[in-house]
């Protein structure tokens, strides 16, 4: 199967085509489901395998027109989907530990009040693991021919940098690519419609982000007539890795599931649920490279102190003392500066890492000195 190619007329109108009509329970359906149950049991991904093929086939349906499904729309919506079904499994996994639903996360507010959500499993189910999005996407790729992928460290720089403005999540192409809707759109429109689908295949959340990346892969296959891979890649990730970070509670508007018949009625909106402090340490401390080196630190600095106290004069165990009452507070300010005025994705960067363990060693080296070398 493959897509129409772009043109001027239906990059403007937008993904407007035939409506998604629901179909009652069907025996067949049934059947379906029950064998893809079966076979979990030797292929654990089978149900986000062939929801993908499902979910490609209702956006290649619902967003068809009279020239066909215009590509770079298409893959815009399945990679902004993929993105924030990143972050809808984090939460979704959460909820089913009795955690606040972003628990997960770090959560930025930019100056124009809107929320924003950064941090390592989110990273992990977009762009590190082995059956992240990028993983998955990226290896869709190379089978068809890539042979350059695209450098995401400029994307997720350019998604921090935008963040709280209007550049904010429109995805940069070649001129003359330019998809239909934004990805907020599409993901504000057609999620809630998507959804049931996707619970239906999946047996656990973690397994979202994994359909709609191979959906994008249905996609780029579908597309590689009209696009080559290495620019189909390109909208897969352009999108993906901003709608990985927005908050749908907040408003924002969009025609995307309207024009494809796809969008329900009265959806309610997506809830909040803002961690407190003493959550966001918790994550900060137990849940970062960062903050795991000035724990284990800590713990360190404890141990030292307690053999100075034992083997050296209550001077220098006085000393010791007043080192880490002065020292401690400081790196934690460290960390508070980093992830509060700086806004960055703070365990993405290696930067911070390394600054965070010199930070942390250096005083244990120096107290080690004065207990050995006295």
């Known amino acids: 199967m493959s897509l129409s190619p772009p043109s001027p007329s239906s990059a403007a109108t937008g993904a407007t085509g035939q409506r998604a ?19 979990r049991q030797t292929d654990p991904l089978i149900g986000a395998k062939l929801g993908a ?9 619902g967003m068809k027109g009279e020239r066909g499904v215009h590509a770079e729309s298409l893959l815009c919506a399945l990679g902004a989907l993929a993105g924030y079904a990143c972050q809808a499994s984090l939460r979704e996994q959460a909820l089913a530990k009795g955690q606040p639903e972003t628990a997960a996360f770090i959560t930025v507010k930019s100056p124009d009040g809107k929320t924003y959500f950064f941090g390592e499993p989110l990273n992990q189910a977009l762009a590190e693991g082995p059956y992240s999005v990028w993983s998955l996407a990226a290896g869709a790729a190379q089978h068809l021919g890539c042979q350059t992928l695209p450098d995401l460290k400029p994307i997720f720089e350019h998604v921090v940098q935008s963040v709280g403005t209007s550049a904010f999540g429109r995805p940069r192409l070649p001129q003359g690519r330019v998809a239909s809707d934004t990805p907020i759109n599409y993901v504000k429109a057609l999620w809630p419609a998507l959804l049931p689908t996707v619970k239906r295949y999946c047996k656990e959340p973690s397994e979202w982000p994994m359909l709609f990346a191979a959906a994008a892969q249905e996609a780029m296959e579908a597309s590689k007539a009209v696009l080559a891979p290495e620019l189909a890649l390109l909208i897969v990730m352009e ?14 508007t969009g025609q995307a599931a309207a024009s494809a018949g796809l969008a329900p009625k009265n959806a309610p909106p997506a809830r909040r649920d803002s961690p407190s402090a003493r959550q966001r340490w918790t994550r900060v401390l137990l849940g970062t490279n960062e903050g795991r080196i000035l724990v284990l630190a800590s713990a360190l600095y404890l141990a030292v102190g307690l053999l100075a106290k034992v083997s050296t004069s209550m001077a220098s165990a006085l000393g010791v003392v007043g080192v880490l009452g002065v020292y401690m507070p400081l790196l934690l300010l460290f960390v508070a500066h980093r992830l509060g005025v700086l806004r960055r994705d703070f365990v993405s960067s290696r930067f911070d890492t390394v600054c965070m363990l010199v930070a942390a060693l250096a005083p244990f080296l120096a107290l080690g000195k004065l207990v050995l070398f006295r």
């Open 21 to 39: 009509e629901p179909s009652a329970p069907h025996p067949a359906t049934e059947a379906l489901f029950r064998a893809i149950e079966a076979q």
């Open 53 to 61: 093929k499902d979910i490609f086939q209702k956006l290649l349906h």
């Open 239 to 252: 999108c993906a890795i901003p709608m990985s970070k927005v908050d749908l509670a907040e408003g924002h």
